[in-house]
């Protein structure tokens, strides 16, 4: 079974800008969420959606959103990147009803300048 | 506000060591802890624990949960250079969050 894919991997942006990253579950898997990790601050939880409703979100401003579709790929956009939004984006996807066992994907690597 | 401390922060071992990393934490509502291990890449899934006093097992790698004194031990026997990595604990408490520890950075030494 194909793991939890996430695109793209390496991403560079200027200040100001806005990204959009995506992932995609393992098949089956209908919850996702999405972590920041960064060096001083580890990993940090941003939203978790299940059935294309966001059931919990973390910390973050509001430059930080996300959705799910209805095939359970989901992406997160940050608006207005700042320097501190430089970081590895995480996704991982769990099974719904098991206990909350997450596997996560390989990440997207944002460097903003 | 909950809360998740691993212990220590790094450590440094020979191969053939045996090494024990902990996690504590400080929560209002427990539902399970979580072990991943993370190499220069993403965290891959260990254990789950959510069961007071039972160890989990994987090969050289176990995982036992104390609920009444609120922590996790993980052991890792007769280490490898492959086991040098980050190990992070984390746990789900309310909510649909992981909530994780700042990490144990372990390196294994030839």
């Known amino acids: 079974k194909a793991g939890v894919t996430q695109t793209p991997r390496y991403l560079i942006k200027t200040r100001g800008q806005q990204v959009t990253l995506s992932c995609s579950p393992i098949s089956g898997h209908r919850s996702v969420s999405w972590y920041q990790q960064t060096p001083g601050q580890g990993l940090q939880f941003l939203f978790e959606?299940?059935?294309?409703?966001?059931?919990n979100k973390g910390n973050f401003p509001g430059r930080f959103s996300g959705r799910q579709f209805s095939n359970s790929r989901s992406e997160m956009n940050v608006s207005t990147l700042e320097l501190g939004d430089s970081a590895l984006y995480l996704c991982?996807?769990?099974?719904?009803?098991?206990?909350?066992?997450?596997?996560f994907g390989p990440g997207t690597r944002l460097t903003v300048t | 506000e909950d809360k998740v401390v691993q212990s220590p922060l790094s450590l440094v071992v020979h191969e053939g060591d045996t090494v024990t990393l902990n996690c504590s934490y400080e929560v209002t509502n427990f539902r399970s802890l979580l072990w991943y291990k993370q190499e220069k890449k993403a965290p891959t899934f260990l254990f789950m624990l959510?069961?007071?006093?039972i160890e989990k097992k994987s090969g050289r790698l176990s995982s036992i949960l104390d609920k009444k004194e609120l922590f996790s031990i993980l052991n890792i026997t007769a280490t490898q250079t492959g086991d040098s990595a980050v190990y992070l604990c984390?746990?789900?408490?309310?909510?649909?969050?992981?909530?994780f520890g700042k990490g144990t950075s372990l390196l294994v030494t030839p």
């Open positions: 959510t069961s007071s006093g």
């Open positions: 959606y299940f059935s294309e409703t966001q059931r």
């Open positions: 984390a746990g789900y408490f309310s909510g649909y969050a992981l909530n």
């Open positions: 991982a996807s769990s099974l719904v009803g098991v206990p909350y066992e997450q596997y």
